[in-house]
């Protein structure tokens, strides 16, 4: 549902982050790429800001710089100049360029720009990829999301198919959790190609010389073949049919399956199900016996958390797992907020919950904190789940805050933090638990006591 339209338009403070950012943050997730706005300064300096305090590494993210005049009379001329410029001292071997707020408004042609490019530089520079992400049409997801599938449909070829090859697009996941999942594919023997691919490109070791393109990435030789696959497996219940999945499916004919994201035993059992038949071996003992551990603890912590009401926020897909999360290990979603607008959230999280909860939550697409924070006085709730940007109302409810998702502004590990199949949950389960015990424990004029 939406929420109630006020008299007013105004955002205090918004429960998302602009679009382009999350275009740049998949483009970073390419071997050798470079992320490109097309806009102003300002936005790429803030991007960088927002990304850097999350994941505690450093991120380029090019410009073409616009200013006054340029608003006025066009961006073409920078446009191309900033593409010799990171051409010459980057050497990417792909320049992902998205477009912002101002140069959608002023109505540039960034088509027509890069193909006059093309053939100006005639064959000297590196791939390019376009997406158009004005941040006044969506969230960051849908910079992802459109990123993603602009080089799946720009890069993806055709031919004979691979067998035991498939493709995963998980979405916007943390570095941890993308090394988790090719550590399940392997042990499933499937070949496989992941995009995009944060886990080095965003949370690499140090090293003794600083590399303006940081290693890893996924493969472009990969993404080339991705047409060629068995299947593709795309995490999101909310991501509709333009997707790079979609793409695959009518370019080339690559099965698609899509899954709710994977937080959660009953969420991931779909998962391993589907790689289970993909192919054609039984869930590995060491993922059957995380299961039944992560199990055991449900029932060993069922007592501390039965009946706690949780509010969750943040990016549609996660606020769907976790809140089949929270109700299946007994916590009440009485609140689902999200700053996106696809019109699919209630839906999909009634699907996942609707065989375990007595009452759905309530369910909000385009929210902002301070219509979130107006509602919780009436809801009491004993934790939140979310990202940073609800710690102050946590503070104020004096209440737990559980960490997940992104921004992570104010914690270190923002990018390890592991939420998928099993063992996330296991991480995520003790997380919940401790909170709420630790609560209970400061709240007391005893103190503390054994469980």
């Not at 009634?350 to 809801?379: C, K, N, R, Y």
């Amino acid at each position: 549902m939406s929420k109630k339209a006020p008299n007013y338009i105004s955002t205090t403070n918004a429960c998302k982050l602009c679009t382009p950012l999350g275009a740049c943050l998949a483009f970073k997730g390419i071997e050798g790429a470079v992320p490109y706005l097309h806009g102003s300064q300002g936005c790429a300096t803030y991007m960088r800001r927002y990304i850097i305090s999350h994941y505690n590494e450093p991120i380029d993210i090019a410009s073409s710089s616009l200013s006054e005049k340029n608003a006025v009379y066009g961006g073409g001329p920078n446009l191309k100049l900033g593409l010799v410029n990171v051409t010459q001292k980057y050497q990417p071997k792909l320049i992902g360029i998205a477009t912002t707020c101002l140069t959608e408004t002023i109505g540039d042609d960034v088509g027509r720009y890069l193909n006059e490019f093309m053939r100006e530089t005639e064959g000297t520079m590196p791939i390019m990829v376009r997406v158009s992400t004005p941040s006044y049409n969506g969230t960051h997801m849908e910079g992802f999301h459109a990123a993603v599938t602009s080089v799946v449909d720009q890069l993806a070829e055709g031919g004979e198919t691979l067998p035991g090859n498939i493709n995963l697009l998980p979405g916007f996941i943390s570095p941890a959790d993308k090394r988790y999942l090719s550590e399940i594919l392997d042990d499933f023997g499937l070949e496989s190609t992941i995009l995009p691919d944060l886990s080095d490109t965003m949370d690499g070791p140090a090293g003794t010389t600083y590399k303006e393109i940081q290693p890893g990435g996924t493969p472009i030789a990969a993404i080339t073949s991705m047409g060629r696959a068995t299947a593709t497996i795309e995490f999101g219940r909310t991501i509709g049919d333009k997707s790079g999945g979609a793409v695959l499916a009518d370019k080339h004919g690559v099965k698609r399956i899509v899954l709710g994201t994977p937080i959660g035993i009953a969420e991931t059992d779909a998962f391993f199900a589907s790689l289970s038949s993909l192919s054609g071996n039984p869930v590995p003992l060491k993922h059957t016996l995380e299961r039944g551990r992560l199990l055991d603890s449900y029932i060993d912590c069922h007592k501390y958390i039965f009946g706690k009401k949780a509010i969750l926020y943040g990016e549609e897909d996660l606020v769907v797992g976790l809140t089949a999360f929270l109700a299946e290990i007994g916590i009440v979603p009485v609140l689902c907020a999200s700053g996106g607008k696809s019109g699919k959230l209630a839906a999909a999280i009634e699907d996942v919950t609707g065989d375990i909860l007595a009452e759905q939550p309530q369910v909000f697409e385009g929210m902002d904190f301070f219509d979130i924070s107006e509602m919780a006085e009436g809801l009491a709730p004993d934790l939140l789940v979310g990202h940073s940007k609800g710690y102050p109302l946590a503070r104020k409810m004096t209440i737990p805050l559980i960490r997940v998702g992104f921004p992570i502004h104010d914690r270190m590990g923002g990018q390890r933090i592991l939420h998928l199949g099993y063992r996330g949950a296991q991480a995520l389960f003790d997380q919940v638990v401790n909170a709420i015990l630790a609560k209970k424990q400061d709240d007391s004029s005893v103190g503390y006591s054994y469980m």
